[in-house]
């Protein structure tokens, strides 16, 4: 994520280059320079790789710095022990079982969710959701497998 101006100069002189390097590497000709076509062909689709996730960053910033940002994912991050604590019981999960999914006590659990994740550290909560998120994640390509 770009988090200011100068970030933003920076990946945007990153993105011109690599998009100068990928019209050279696909403006070559084939085994010219005695590279293999598969090799080749492997150098072209990681630039190409790398240039996408750089104007999808772009285009991100570009955007929040327009003012189109969702305020609706500021309520969400409230509103955050709150999905955690729904999302265990929506996927049926008690708290013992998240505790063992997570490597962790039981009662640590019952203390995260009694305090609405008060005393937990970000890398904690980060990792609950993950875990959670797995589970949801994982319903969801089931659920696309059987359609």
């Not at 005695?34 to 750089?54: C, M, T």
């Not at 509103?79 to 998240?98: D, F, H, M, S, V």
């Not at 999914?101 to 909560?125: M, N, P």
């Amino acid at each position: 994520m770009i988090k200011n101006e100068r970030q933003y100069r920076i990946t945007r002189t990153q993105a011109e280059r690599f998009t100068r390097t990928l019209e050279g590497l696909r403006s070559r000709p084939e085994r010219a320079d005695g590279v293999h076509p598969v090799i080749a062909q492997a150098q072209v689709d990681a630039v190409s790789s790398q240039l996408a996730d750089l104007e999808a960053e772009l285009r991100e910033y570009e955007a929040v710095r327009d003012g189109r940002f969702e305020v609706e994912a500021l309520r969400e991050a409230v509103n955050l022990p709150e999905l955690l604590i729904k999302a265990r019981i929506a996927q049926g999960l008690t708290q013992k079982e998240l505790a063992d999914r997570l490597g962790l006590k039981e009662q640590q659990i019952q203390r995260y969710e009694a305090t609405d994740y008060a005393a937990a550290k970000w890398s904690r909560i980060r990792e609950v959701a993950g875990e959670l998120s797995k589970e949801v994640y994982g319903s969801a390509q089931a659920l696309e497998i059987h359609r």
